[in-house]
């Protein structure tokens, strides 16, 4: 990945406008994928965390946590289908850490 592709990509809080890209991704990733209901309710969660990840205005990936106690589990991790082998599970992964550690996590 080139220093300008890195440029553009971008990390945020998930919302719901992301879920039919999200339900797409899910489909692509997990033999268990999560319907737009359970992504709504992980959303509305209290204690999850959930970035998406952007590339050029487009999401490519997502990955999400529950903190509770001071201990961050990871619930998942996504990348689309055709954006895999760019290294960016590996960024949406390091961006999600370091968010559990600004929300005060002591453990993943």
Known sequence: MGEEAQA???FRAMTEADIPALVAIEA???Y???NENMLRNEIANELTTYLVMEYAGKLVGY???WLVAGEAQITRVAVADEERGQGYGTRLTAALVNKAWELGATAM
């Open 8 to 10: 553009t990509i971008s």
């Open 28 to 30: 692509q990733s997990f």
């Open 32 to 34: 268990d994928a999560w």
């Open 63 to 65: 990955a999400g946590f």
